[in-house]
């Protein structure tokens, strides 16, 4: 079964701080992997997306690294700013699916 | 153009009431998709139009009944619905020609409360 594991589930960390949010996946058979990032009760707005070929994308203050033979991403946030609180969702594409996470709650505080 | 837009935002409707969720984009995309959201959980797949056709039914009660009236458009028809299918319906549409660099574009949802 095709499962994606997000940890922590939440986060509060003070203005300034570097971040790292976890993905990990079961199944490694993947097009391609993104990260979502969703308001309370809207959306979902996609951050970065990286290939299943490729092993990082930036953008910004934001770096998502794949490591498909052990399953795992990472959302490294650089200097977090109050802005960024939101849920962020890790989604695999497999074939025309995508598979979610159950999402990282994150807090920062001013 | 490069949204998706979703009418209403919010609906509430009772039990024995017939409502539609709309869902438009005019970004040529050839796949348009249906998901349910319940609070604080990941989006739920639920229905997936390929070429105008239905290709991916997740085992959905057949009171959600998806329709695709055009390449732009896709409706979600409710009847006789649940409390426990209040949610936050989410659409969504890729292109279908990027390969590996296939991605949805997600529209903001509709708050859908079942009374």
Avoid at chain 1, 39 to 56: A, F
């Amino acid at each position: 079964k095709q499962e994606v594991t997000q940890i922590p589930a939440a986060l509060s960390v003070p203005e300034g701080e570097n971040l790292v949010l976890n993905c990990s996946f079961t199944d490694s058979a993947i097009y391609n992997l993104q990260w979502f990032r969703q308001d309370p009760g809207k959306g979902l707005t996609s951050l970065l997306l990286i290939q299943s070929s490729q092993r990082e994308q930036t953008s910004g203050r934001l770096n998502a690294s794949l490591d498909k033979s052990s399953g795992r991403s990472t959302l490294y946030i650089a200097a977090s700013q109050p802005g960024d609180s939101a849920t962020y969702l890790c989604a695999v594409k497999y074939g025309n699916k995508l598979v979610f996470g159950a999402g990282t709650i994150l807090r920062v505080k001013s | 153009d490069t949204e998706v837009t979703q009418t209403p935002k919010h609906l509430v409707m009772g039990m024995t009431n017939k409502k539609s969720l709309k869902c438009e984009q005019h970004m040529g995309h050839r796949a348009m998709y249906w998901y349910k959201q319940k609070a604080k959980k990941p989006p739920e797949l639920m229905f997936v139009y390929s070429y105008e056709k239905l290709s991916i039914n997740e085992s959905v009660p057949s009171r959600f009944s998806p329709e695709c009236p055009n390449s732009s458009l896709l409706n979600l028809h409710l009847h006789a619905l649940q409390p426990e299918d209040s949610a936050l319906y989410l659409c969504a549409s890729s292109p279908l020609d990027m390969g590996f660099w296939e991605t949805q574009y997600f529209g903001p949802g509709t708050r859908l409360l079942v009374l």
